[in-house]
């Protein structure tokens, strides 16, 4: 009985939620932030530590389009299954908004997940990586920057693995991340 009630609330949940205005990313992170089922962290692109990395220009200029990320994660526990997958449900709908460009899907042997932007595909202001376990949760990280360019994603990627950085100041989502 307990189930069932749990499943018609958030059938409810997401139709009332569908009637109303669509919350945006950023509204979703703010309503969330203090939440405790949730880690949350706003990181300055300075903590990558890409000052003394050997880069290539493109990289370089990869980097210097970065401003900041902002990571929310849910940490699923066996008490919170439920609230797990209404904040699941609430994320891919929002994601589902036609601004959202999808670039890449991700399938792993730690979850499914997906890569997205807003913005011209010459000039991103924002990417999402979104990514969620049965077992550990989801997490969603907001890259934030100017006139970023979708092969600049790959630049940063090698670009970090360049760089000494190694998850310094990321704390308790950083220990959530790597499991």
Same mark, same amino acid.
């Not at 499914?112 to 011209?120: E, N, P, S, W």
């Given at each position: 009985?307990?189930? *069932?009630?749990?499943?018609?609330?958030?059938?409810?949940?997401?139709?009332?939620?569908?009637c109303?205005?669509?919350?945006?990313?950023? +509204?979703y992170?703010?309503?969330n932030?203090e939440?405790?089922n949730?880690?949350?962290?706003?990181?300055p692109?300075?903590?990558l530590?890409?000052? /003394? %990395?050997d880069?290539?220009?493109?990289?370089? +200029?990869?980097? %210097?389009?970065?401003?900041?990320?902002n990571?929310?994660?849910?940490?699923?526990?066996?008490?919170?299954?439920? =609230?797990y997958?209404? +904040?699941?449900?609430k994320v891919?709908?929002?994601?589902?908004? =036609?601004?959202?460009? +999808?670039l890449m899907?991700?399938?792993?042997?730690?979850g499914?997940?997906?890569?997205?932007?807003?913005?011209?595909e010459?000039? *991103?202001?924002?990417?999402? *990586?979104?990514?969620?376990?049965k /077992?550990?949760?989801? %997490?969603l990280?907001?890259?934030?920057?100017?006139?970023?360019?979708?092969?600049?994603?790959?630049?940063?990627?090698?670009?970090i693995?360049?760089?000494?950085?190694?998850? /310094?100041?990321l704390? /308790?989502i950083g220990?959530f991340?790597k499991?």
């Open positions: 009985m307990k189930n *069932i009630l749990k499943s018609l609330t958030l059938v409810l949940v997401v139709l009332l939620g569908s109303s205005s669509q919350q945006s990313l950023q +509204e992170y703010v309503d932030k939440n405790p949730f880690i949350s962290l706003d990181i692109a300075s903590i530590n890409m000052d /003394e %990395a880069l290539t220009k493109t990289q370089k +200029e990869a980097v %210097a389009s970065l401003k900041k990320f990571l929310l994660a849910f940490k699923k526990t066996e008490t919170n299954a439920a =609230d997958k209404l +904040e699941k449900t891919k709908q929002i994601l589902k908004d =036609d601004g959202f460009v +999808e899907k991700i399938n792993s042997q730690y499914k997940g997906v890569v997205k932007y807003l913005g011209d010459n000039a *991103i202001d924002e990417v999402i *990586i979104y990514g969620d376990s /077992e550990k949760g989801f %997490a990280v907001r890259v934030l920057g100017k006139d970023m360019n979708p092969a600049h994603i790959v630049q940063l990627m090698q670009a693995q360049k760089s000494d950085y190694k998850g /310094e100041g704390g /308790e220990k991340l499991g």
